[in-house]
């Protein structure tokens, strides 16, 4: 007998187009967020999406950056960010890729930005990122084994390009000028570039001392520091730098710091940092702690206990704390704190305070009404230029970025980041997550492009009915992945809920053509295996998190007792009513009559010993010589199987007939996903995704 659901569980939502709130993607490929599913005008499908035509090329889309930018600079209208080996320049305003190449991004003026690659230094045009000038990299300032040079930078002002390394440190102007050319060995020092003169700490001319490096003027020398002071790091006014000294506290035990000093860049003590700070953290710490320092400002940040803080203190009279700032943190992904010029990005849940040292006062700027987006503490980056005009990232890469002192801002989407989930069918149908909360579906066949987009999704996993015509989605209650809620089953052509499983911790979630049936397990502890239809009826319960395979059509579904194991069986059922019991693991549905089961062997530890593909009668068709194990994606497996008509099945990177198991291709990439006939790959320095004929 079948049950229905309670109302609690089970929510459908039988929408027509008409009751559906359409948001079109903009041509920028910004969309607002709307924290609600919503779909696309019919007809309004965005050709550019992440700020990157859809479809041309070869690519099916370009994400931008896929990991917090390790550079990130912002000048007026425009965005320059960085990977080790990679840039990207951005349209801040719009959400435009301007221009992307490889090489290692230095800095960014309202008029050049500069890029380090393997043979020489480029001055780019901040307008359209064409070439202005290259300059080659001096004799001994490239030793041929890396991919850039990384040690340099531009001017706090963006008047001048300086590089330093085992042979010396030179610096020129941005038309090409030679301006500071110095020998020696700069590996170890600390340069920070003020208009006008370089400052260097730790150089060939003093270890203990700064040298000041000036166009056209004999380097001048700084008092030292006291003994045992060692180096910490520059303001960001570079008008001051902080050492610590430390004692010896005995065998095995670590060095106890007793004293923080900021000198000036003349060497002149100034004064004391607050000693619960416990020294040097980089650019990109692991230590969950930061610091910096902006005129007689010192700034501490970090996790501490169920918050993040940030302290300022004043180091000269009166010294001690001025400013506490706190921040409730649940320890995920809600939070993060990064340097931003010369301010202090908070992110938070919806918000961004941007604390501010310039003008010697500490100004807060206070933004809510930000779109969602998750953070990771010390890799999260920011960045802002002297007009508070800034730009964050989420932990995938996702940028954000804002004009103006407004507390309702307005801002605009650099990129779409990393997918968080990835799906296909073998309609032509894929579907990508990302973190900003949106979920876009694609045509991937011979001229891809944009289907569909659902705002407002936390995603986690995903899986098309074989036809593509419905997008399950796995789905947390906000984008920090803080607690799950349930699922949800759109339609893939407008991207309209007709759905809803309010079911705590749902996966293993399928669905078959037409939504004819729906199948998942769900629980928090003990879990239960369901299939169900948009009605509300229930076909069957179990109580098991393994997955329940739906055929196609939806008459049939199968589940294995003891998977992978030498006494598994697979239960094949239509409706509830047994049909076939078939020794094995089953691996998923071929069509509507016949699927693959996969056996193991030996003892104590199974092993995959052979593949057989049955029918409905449980008739043996075929034994494929599959050289592993195998599960096809509907069941949510990013890395999975897929099938290529019912013919042939794609493995991660090899292509097999499904009847015999010979091999008839390999790739030299992964597989995302088989979408009809084109295969979904990523490629290249920026994480593209590809597509491409089998």
């Not at 992440?50 to 990130?72: D, H, I, N, W």
């Not at 910096?292 to 206990?305: I, K, L, R």
């Not at 569909?452 to 992945?481: C, N, P």
């Not at 409905?616 to 494929?624: D, I, K, M, V």
């Amino acid at each position: 007998m079948s049950t229905s659901f309670a109302s609690s569980s089970w929510r459908p939502l039988l929408l027509c187009a008409a009751s559906v709130t359409f948001v079109a993607c903009a041509a920028d490929g910004h969309t607002p967020v709307a924290g609600e599913q919503s779909a696309l005008e019919p007809g309004a499908a965005p050709t550019t999406l992440c700020g990157a035509p859809v479809g041309q090329e070869g690519t099916l889309f370009r994400p931008g950056e896929t990991s917090p930018p390790y550079k990130m600079h912002r000048v007026g209208n425009r965005t320059l960010t960085g990977q080790l080996s990679s840039y990207i320049l951005w349209d801040a305003k719009t959400g435009t890729q301007v221009a992307r190449g490889a090489g290692f991004a230095y800095g960014l003026t309202e008029e050049r930005f500069v890029v380090g690659t393997l043979w020489s230094i480029e001055i780019r045009s901040a307008i359209d990122g064409s070439l202005v000038q290259s300059i080659d990299y001096p004799g001994g300032m490239n030793d041929g084994t890396r991919t850039t040079y990384y040690k340099g930078g531009l001017a706090s002002d963006g008047s001048y390009l300086w590089l330093a390394n085992i042979e010396g440190l030179r610096a020129w102007s941005l038309s090409g000028e030679p301006l500071i050319s110095q020998t020696g060995d700069y590996t170890l020092a600390e340069p920070v570039a003020a208009p006008g003169e370089l400052r260097v700490f730790g150089g060939p001319a003093g270890r203990d001392q700064v040298e000041i490096l000036s166009p056209g003027k004999p380097p001048v020398l700084s008092a030292p520091v006291q003994p045992g002071d060692a180096f910490e790091g520059w303001f960001s006014d570079g008008e001051s730098f902080v050492t610590t000294a430390r004692t010896d506290a005995g065998p095995g035990q670590p060095p106890t710091i007793v004293r923080h000093t900021v000198y000036s860049k003349l060497g002149v003590a100034i004064g004391d940092a607050p000693l619960q700070w416990q020294g040097r953290d980089s650019e990109r710490p692991d230590a969950q702690q930061m610091w910096g320092g902006d005129g007689h400002y010192f700034w501490m940040a970090g996790e501490n206990g169920p918050s993040v803080q940030l302290n300022v203190f004043s180091i000269r009279a009166p010294a001690g704390l001025v400013e506490h700032y706190e921040y409730p943190s649940s320890g995920s992904m809600d939070s993060a704190i990064a340097r931003a010029g010369r301010s202090v990005a908070l992110m938070g849940d919806g918000f961004v305070d941007l604390v501010s040292f310039a003008g010697g006062q500490v100004q807060r700027q206070q933004v809510a009404s930000l779109p969602r987006m998750p953070y990771e503490l010390g890799k999260s980056t920011a960045t802002s230029d002297e007009a508070g005009r800034w730009c964050i990232s989420g932990w995938q890469g996702t940028l954000y970025c804002y004009d103006g002192a407004s507390a309702s801002p307005s801002g605009t989407f650099l990129g779409c980041g990393r997918p968080l989930s990835v799906a296909s069918s073998t309609s032509g149908r894929f579907a990508a997550a990302f973190e900003n909360g949106r979920v876009v579906i694609f045509d991937a066949r011979e001229t891809p492009k944009v289907v569909s987009v659902i705002e407002g999704v936390a995603a986690d996993q995903m899986g098309f009915s074989r036809d593509g015509e419905y997008l399950g989605v796995e789905t947390w209650r906000d984008v920090f992945h803080s607690k799950s809620a349930g699922a949800s089953l759109f339609a893939s052509v407008d991207g309209h809920r007709v759905g809803q499983w309010d079911e705590p911790y749902v996966s293993e979630f399928d669905v078959s053509n037409g939504a004819r049936r729906i199948a998942f397990s769900s629980g928090d502890g003990a879990r239960t295996q369901r299939v169900t239809d948009l009605a509300g009826t229930t076909y069957y319960t179990g109580e098991s998190s393994l997955p329940i395979f739906l055929s196609p059509d939806g008459a049939h579904f199968a589940r294995t007792e003891s998977p992978k194991t030498t006494t598994a069986v697979i239960h094949i059922q239509a409706d509830g009513a047994p049909v076939q019991q078939i020794p094995g693991t089953f691996a998923g549905w071929i069509d509507n009559e016949r699927f693959l089961v996969q056996t193991y062997e030996g003892s104590p530890w199974p092993h995959y010993a052979t593949s057989v593909i049955y029918n409905l009668r449980g008739e043996q068709l075929a034994t494929p010589a599959l050289p592993s194990p195998v599960i096809f994606p509907e069941q949510f497996s990013t890395y999975g199987a897929w099938l290529v008509n019912g013919e042939q099945l794609v493995n991660h990177n090899e292509l097999f007939d499904l009847t015999t198991g010979a091999l008839l291709k390999s790739y030299p990439d992964m597989t995302q996903g088989i979408a009809g006939n084109r295969r979904i790959t990523t490629g290249g320095a920026f994480g593209d995704f590809l597509v491409g004929d089998l």
